[in-house]
């Protein structure tokens, strides 16, 4: 167990953006989270978990209390049947180098995920999801340390509540579950999905039938990296908005002002809009930039600081865009990075 305590946080984050925590844990095992645990109980602190740290924004004043750093190690697999798989990952991993090593014994789910930043254990948080496909469709069960009674507890599937970037992990209860694995089911033989417009576009010569878990994770691995700005070269939380979610009746009267505005079929019969198309032919934003923070130019749905900006600025200019989509388009947009404060 590795106890530090005024320990800088931006550089645990891809915005790179934060001041410093009053304490901080590097857990690399259940006893050190039950320590760290116990700590915290014992000197009231308020915490957080910190994985790889794609999915949040520090305020520039740090946190005032314990950050939990989960490094758990380790992916194990276990067959089922002729095809079918259980993949257990512990929450320290990379998520990238999960989805590698799944492609890469021929399993069939993760394909699509590839390329995302972040670790295993945060995955859940936000049922992580790109290009038609979200963890939810494959992820069984979720391991859990209860901070309430310091004990390890498994959540089902469906005790996990997944929705659109949402899960039981965001609500107040969830504050008190840290994510130590997740257990995967996968398969050796499957279906490829292809559905998604940039993949369409890539294969549209090819019988889906032909293409392999391989295939489809190098091609998003290629789309990524030339639409997506890249975490090691410049600081971004990933998509900042959601992609917002709308009434069929709310849609109709978008597409009645704006009849190229796309669309996706959502639960309950609503309807997901594009916001990065949103932002970029609807409100004029695709370049936008005020200081030292803009919107990426091959991706508007990403806030990016090119050097020297505070989480004040990304906030205010976050701000800024949202008021100008809910002017030009009645919508409220909402945030998927996580402000931590």
């Given at each position: 167990?590795?106890?530090?305590?005024?320990?800088?946080?931006?550089?645990y984050t891809?915005?790179r953006i934060?001041?410093?925590?009053?304490?901080?844990?590097?857990?690399?095992t259940?006893?050190?989270?039950?320590?760290?645990?116990?700590?915290?109980?014992?000197?009231?602190?308020?915490?957080?978990?910190?994985?790889?740290?794609?999915?949040?924004?520090?305020?520039?004043?740090?946190?005032?209390?314990?950050v939990i750093?989960?490094?758990?190690?380790?992916?194990?697999?276990?067959?089922?049947?002729?095809?079918?798989?259980k993949?257990?990952a512990?929450?320290?991993?990379?998520?990238?180098?999960?989805?590698?090593?799944t492609?890469?014994?021929?399993?069939?789910?993760?394909?699509?995920?590839?390329l995302i930043?972040?670790?295993v254990?945060?995955?859940?948080?936000?049922?992580?999801?790109a290009?038609?496909?979200?963890?939810?469709?494959?992820?069984?069960?979720?391991e859990?340390?209860?901070m309430?009674?310091?004990?390890i507890?498994v959540?089902?599937?469906?005790?996990?509540k997944?929705?659109?970037?949402?899960?039981?992990?965001?609500?107040?209860k969830?504050k008190?579950?840290?994510?130590?694995?997740?257990t995967?089911?996968l398969?050796?033989?499957?279906?490829i999905?292809?559905?998604y417009r940039?993949?369409?576009?890539?294969?549209?010569?090819?019988?889906s039938?032909?293409?392999?878990?391989?295939?489809?994770?190098?091609?998003?691995?290629?789309?990524?990296?030339?639409?997506?700005?890249?975490?090691t070269?410049?600081?971004t939380?990933?998509?900042f908005?959601?992609?917002?979610?709308?009434?069929?009746?709310q849609?109709?009267?978008l597409?009645?002002?704006?009849?190229?505005l796309?669309?996706?079929?959502?639960?309950?019969?609503?309807?997901?809009l594009p916001?990065?198309?949103?932002l970029?032919?609807?409100?004029?934003l695709g370049?936008?930039?005020?200081g030292n923070?803009?919107?990426?130019?091959?991706?508007?749905?990403?806030v990016?600081?090119?050097?020297?900006?505070?989480?004040?600025d990304?906030?205010?200019?976050?701000?800024r865009?949202?008021?100008?989509?809910e002017?030009?388009?009645?919508i409220k947009?909402?945030?998927?990075?996580?402000?931590?404060e």
């Amino acid at each position: 167990m590795k106890l530090e305590k005024n320990v800088p946080l931006a550089p645990y984050t891809t915005m790179r953006i934060g001041g410093n925590a009053d304490v901080f844990f590097h857990v690399e095992t259940l006893a050190d989270l039950a320590f760290a645990s116990k700590y915290i109980r014992e000197k009231k602190l308020a915490f957080f978990v910190l994985g790889g740290g794609s999915n949040v924004l520090i305020r520039d004043e740090g946190f005032h209390g314990a950050v939990i750093h989960p490094r758990l190690k380790g992916i194990k697999v276990k067959q089922l049947g002729s095809f079918r798989f259980k993949v257990e990952a512990a929450a320290g991993e990379r998520w990238d180098d999960l989805v590698a090593y799944t492609v890469g014994q021929g399993f069939y789910g993760l394909e699509n995920l590839s390329l995302i930043p972040g670790s295993v254990g945060a995955a859940p948080v936000q049922n992580i999801g790109a290009y038609g496909v979200e963890l939810k469709e494959t992820l069984e069960s979720v391991e859990i340390f209860d901070m309430n009674d310091g004990k390890i507890k498994v959540l089902s599937n469906e005790e996990c509540k997944f929705g659109y970037r949402d899960s039981i992990f965001k609500k107040p209860k969830g504050k008190y579950y840290i994510i130590t694995k997740i257990t995967l089911e996968l398969a050796s033989k499957g279906n490829i999905y292809i559905g998604y417009r940039d993949l369409m576009l890539r294969f549209k010569d090819v019988y889906s039938s032909k293409l392999t878990p391989k295939d489809i994770r190098e091609a998003v691995i290629d789309i990524r990296q030339k639409k997506l700005p890249d975490p090691t070269k410049i600081g971004t939380a990933g998509s900042f908005f959601k992609n917002p979610i709308v009434t069929k009746l709310q849609f109709q009267k978008l597409k009645m002002r704006f009849p190229a505005l796309p669309s996706f079929a959502a639960a309950g019969g609503k309807v997901k809009l594009p916001l990065a198309w949103i932002l970029d032919k609807i409100c004029g934003l695709g370049d936008y930039r005020e200081g030292n923070v803009g919107l990426y130019l091959h991706q508007p749905l990403n806030v990016v600081q090119y050097g020297d900006a505070t989480a004040i600025d990304v906030l205010r200019f976050a701000e800024r865009v949202a008021q100008i989509i809910e002017e030009k388009t009645s919508i409220k947009p909402q945030r998927e990075v996580r402000m931590v404060e």
